[in-house]
């Protein structure tokens, strides 16, 4: 994707008061340096854990709605145990905590490192 594409879709997507008071030229060499960063991330790993995401929240979804949840909040800590040792998902944190005063709900950021906390279905 074009660069200059990403950014003016980045910022598109974040303004806010909070955005507004900050320097449009630190701004985007913010988002510059994270989309620099996002280029190193190996994408075929990437393509993979979001995949693995998309099919675990269609389960995750089967299962509540069979009244599983404990099998549900197993399968979550499971997935959640198997992206902590993750590289690629380490990058993309670091990534994101380049923006993170820009976007403080970026889901990345608040991501629980093991569900165990979480009522899953509860929060389908």
């Known amino acids: 994707m074009n660069k200059g594409i990403t950014i003016i879709a980045i910022i598109g997507l974040l303004l806010s008061s909070q955005l507004f008071a900050q320097d449009p030229n630190e701004m985007v060499e913010r988002l510059e340096k994270a989309?620099?960063?996002?280029?190193?991330v190996d994408r075929t790993e990437f393509k993979r854990i979001e995949s693995a995401l998309n099919a675990l929240q269609t389960e995750l979804k089967q299962l509540c709605d069979q009244g599983k949840p404990d099998q549900?909040?197993?399968?979550a800590q499971a997935f959640?145990?198997?992206l902590?040792?993750?590289?690629?998902?380490?990058?993309?944190?670091e990534c994101a905590e380049i923006?993170?005063?820009?976007?403080?709900e970026m889901a990345v950021l608040n991501m629980p490192e093991d569900f165990g906390d979480i009522d899953i279905c509860g929060q389908q």
């Open 35 to 40: 989309q620099a960063c996002m280029n190193e």
């Open 72 to 75: 549900a909040q197993k399968k």
């Open 80 to 82: 959640a145990q198997e």
């Open 84 to 93: 902590k040792g993750s590289m690629v998902i380490e990058q993309v944190k």
């Open 99 to 104: 923006l993170e005063d820009m976007m403080p």
